[in-house]
């Protein structure tokens, strides 16, 4: 094989019994020359981004935290409050339901009283006779 049709990565190595073959290589690759990068003569500049953000950094983590010892020393005032909210609702709920059975009563006199009282007498004689009746108006 001609030196031109050696693919890349694959070298010819000699074994130790003389012979010349063809292996892929393990040893130091050669490494890519350096880039070069010019070392900057003058500073650049800090962006106004970055000296936002720098200055917005230490406000935010401080009103967390203060929010946090806020939230930790109204703890037990809102737990107190919780149960006071949810006393008024069953205070509602139960002045509702009461409500309502009171109205509901009154209402039923204030019809009772209002419509006529009617009673029917019925009366018949035999599987088949004729029925007679009376009805009373009060």
Same mark, same amino acid.
């Given at each position: 094989?001609?030196?031109e049709?050696?693919?890349?990565?694959?070298?010819?190595?000699?074994?130790p %019994?003389g012979?010349?073959?063809?292996?892929?290589?393990t040893?130091?690759?050669?490494?890519?020359p350096?880039?070069?990068?010019?070392a900057?003569s003058?500073p650049q500049?800090?962006?106004?981004?970055?000296?936002s *953000?720098?200055?917005l950094?230490p406000?935010?983590?401080?009103g967390?935290a203060?929010?946090a010892v806020?939230?930790?020393v109204?703890a037990p005032?809102?737990?107190a409050?919780?149960?006071?909210?949810? %006393?008024?609702v069953?205070?509602?709920?139960t002045g509702?339901?009461?409500?309502?059975?009171?109205?509901?009563?009154?209402r039923?006199?204030?019809t009772?009283?209002?419509?006529p009282?009617? *009673?029917?007498?019925? *009366?018949?004689?035999?599987?088949f006779?004729?029925? =007679?009746? *009376?009805? =009373?108006h009060?």
């Open positions: 094989m001609r030196a049709e050696i693919p890349p990565g694959v070298q010819e190595v000699i074994l %019994s012979e010349r073959a063809l292996a892929y290589s040893g130091p690759a050669a490494s890519p350096p880039l070069h990068v010019p900057p003058v500049p800090i962006p106004a981004w970055a000296k *953000t720098a200055l950094a406000t935010v983590g401080g967390i203060v929010a806020g939230l930790s109204a005032g809102l737990v409050v919780s149960h006071v909210l949810w %006393s008024a069953a205070a509602i709920a509702g339901i009461v409500a309502a059975a009171v109205i509901g009563r009154v039923a006199r204030i009772a009283a209002q419509r009282h009617i *009673t029917q007498h019925i *009366t018949a004689t035999g599987l006779g004729r029925a =007679n009746g *009376t009805i =009373n009060r």
